[in-house]
């Protein structure tokens, strides 16, 4: 009905003897000039979509999907990052906890090396004390000794100015330890 419509008015603007006396005909517009400039412009709208709209749109496709990739790369490069980041705080904090661990293990360490240098301390100033003690009592032994002999000396020599008589050196000794011996008892 649309294309009856369409004759018909084609033919009421060009009717009237075909000789211009429609409108088209009072504008100055030949229909057979219409047809082929709207046949042409229709090639051209193809050729035109066919060689240029097309590639043109080809373009701005892959255009698209260049940008659409480019967005993926750089979503996947900051979950890397993020997957990294974490990685590296873990790798950080695991590091931390070593070496805190490693300075308790020091502090642990530096600990028993005190102790045990405190310890040989000790046991050296024991040492020392124990060989003084030995020596003091060598030294007293021998202080003890050459005062017994000193005594017996001084007993003798007053026990033969009170005698007055001379005993020999052997005597004298033997009576003398027997006196110290004596003394010792009591």
Avoid: C
Wanted: charged residues 30%; proline residues 1%; hydrophobic residues 45%.
């Amino acid at each position: 009905m649309m294309n009856l419509l369409l004759t018909t008015r084609w033919s009421d603007l060009y009717a009237a003897g075909g000789e211009g006396g429609g409108i088209l005909g009072l504008l100055g517009i030949d229909f057979n000039i219409l047809l082929i400039q709207t046949i042409g412009f229709l090639v051209l709208l193809w050729i035109v979509t066919k060689f240029f709209w097309k590639p043109l749109g080809a373009m701005l496709e892959q255009r698209r999907a260049d940008i659409n990739a480019t967005y993926d790369k750089i979503e996947a490069d900051r979950r890397e990052m993020e997957r990294l980041r974490a990685d590296y705080e873990a790798r950080l904090n695991q590091i931390e906890a070593e070496a805190r661990e490693r300075i308790q293990q020091a502090l642990g360490e530096a600990q028993q090396l005190r102790e045990q240098i405190l310890a040989d301390a000790r046991r050296q100033a024991e040492d020392i004390v124990a060989r003084a003690q030995e020596q003091a009592q060598l030294e007293r032994e021998k202080l003890l000794s050459e005062l017994q002999t000193y005594v017996a000396d001084l007993t003798i020599a007053a026990t033969s100015r009170l005698l007055r008589e001379s005993l020999d050196d052997a005597r004298h000794r033997r009576l003398v330890s027997e006196f110290i011996q004596n003394a010792e008892v009591r």
